[in-house]
């Protein structure tokens, strides 16, 4: 049919997954994340850095597009990731 829409199987021979599987991998990815920050104490919560990561878990998170969320958790990691390593030298 000439305006069908074909699935195709991923390199793996995969099948593609749905929207709901994929919007809720990106909230169990931001949980985690959400949970790795609340557990770096105190002493990060004095870090202006703690905040950002709180907005981009929360408000830019919230307000990005499914594909875009992706990337706002890899900043939100990233910044995390930053935040552990000065609360360690602490």
């Excluded at 599987?21 to 703690?50: I, K, N």
């Amino acid at each position: 049919m000439p305006h069908r829409r074909q699935t195709t199987a991923s390199p793996e021979g995969l099948t593609q997954r749905t929207f709901r599987q994929r919007y809720d991998d990106v909230e169990a990815r931001r949980t985690a994340l959400m949970a790795r920050l609340r557990g770096l104490g105190s002493v990060a919560e004095r870090h202006p850095g703690y905040g950002r990561a709180l907005k981009l878990l929360n408000e830019s998170f919230r307000k990005a597009k499914l594909a875009q969320r992706v990337a706002v958790l890899e900043a939100a990691a990233w910044l995390i990731e930053v935040l552990e390593r000065v609360t360690l030298t602490l």
